[in-house]
């Protein structure tokens, strides 16, 4: 039988997907190809159709001063203007130029190359995924295959300088807090889109590995889980090793916690809050 996580995962997978559809799908919803407001960058490859002449039409990319070669016009510099405006500045040099009396030409994006964000972690395809258009976290997760079981209950964003170069994932720094933001990733799967926090070029998505509790004793499955969510507590621990064997006592529950290095042993309840690195002992009933 699957686990209480993988469930989670999985759960998580086409809860993602489903908002990913939806997301291209809505209408009126900005997709990549009518991303009008799209920033052009070095290695985008961009669509030009001419509806007045037809071999003016064709892709075209982006060199890495930001220029790229139009028939008639030349040289034309593109980088750092959102595509409504290469499409403006393109008709003016056509009517300025004298080829056209009112060009109609329309711009798009064939691929992104220039704008990335990363995503690292416990996902199932970590990597880097190209920013087309409007992006938000659910998205971004989507695209890497979703969250694995061993993810913990949040997600770090890191967020780029604006305008700044991003040449790899960058992790999070206590030093620059505003940059950091901190997702709950439950939260998110149940569809709280609040979550769903928009996302920008050079960000990087941060899933850590959920730290360990361990339950032994009188429970089906004794063994290592790893810690759902910071708030969970001793009964939904035990509910992850298969809960308390017919044996099992449920009011003499101990937890044996290492706090500055020394181990110390506590009675708990079953609506107490484990920490990451417990021990759960469930002890055999005297009767």
Do not use: C
């Not at 991303?35 to 030009?48: E, P, S």
């Not at 130029?97 to 704008?115: D, G, H």
């Not at 507590?233 to 006592?249: H, M």
Request: hydrophobic share 40%.
């Amino acid at each position: 039988m699957p686990s209480n996580n993988m469930m989670t995962s999985l759960r998580f997978a086409a809860f993602a997907v489903s908002v990913l559809f939806m997301w291209v799908d809505a209408p009126g919803a900005q997709t990549p190809a009518a991303a009008a407001d799209y920033v052009v960058g070095q290695q985008d490859v961009l669509t030009i159709t001419s509806y007045d002449q037809a071999d003016l039409s064709g892709k075209f990319t982006v060199e890495t001063d930001g220029t790229f070669t139009y028939p008639l016009i030349g040289r034309f510099k593109a980088g750092g203007l959102t595509l409504r405006k290469v499409e403006e500045g393109l008709k003016d040099r056509l009517k300025s130029e004298n080829y056209f009396t009112n060009p109609e030409i329309t711009v798009a994006i064939e691929q992104y190359r220039s704008q990335k964000l990363f995503v690292v972690g416990e996902v199932r395809n970590p990597g880097s995924y190209p920013v087309s258009g409007n992006i938000g976290l659910v998205e971004a997760l989507a695209r890497a295959g979703s969250t694995l079981p061993t993810a913990s209950g949040e997600v770090i964003i890191v967020h780029s300088s604006v305008g700044g170069a991003a040449d790899g994932p960058t992790l999070p720094n206590q030093e620059d807090a505003e940059a950091v933001i901190r997702v709950d990733l439950r939260a998110l799967q149940n569809g709280e889109l609040g979550n769903n926090t928009p996302l920008r070029d050079g960000d990087t998505i941060f899933v850590p590995r959920a730290e360990s509790i361990y339950v032994f004793g009188e429970v089906k499955n004794p063994g290592a889980y790893p810690l759902p969510q910071r708030s969970t507590t001793v009964l939904q621990a035990l509910s992850l090793a298969g809960g308390v064997a017919d044996r099992g006592s449920t009011t003499r529950i101990r937890i044996v916690r290492i706090v500055n290095d020394e181990e110390s042993e506590i009675r708990v309840k079953l609506n107490d809050v484990v920490s990451p690195g417990d021990t759960i002992i469930v002890p055999e009933r005297f009767f």
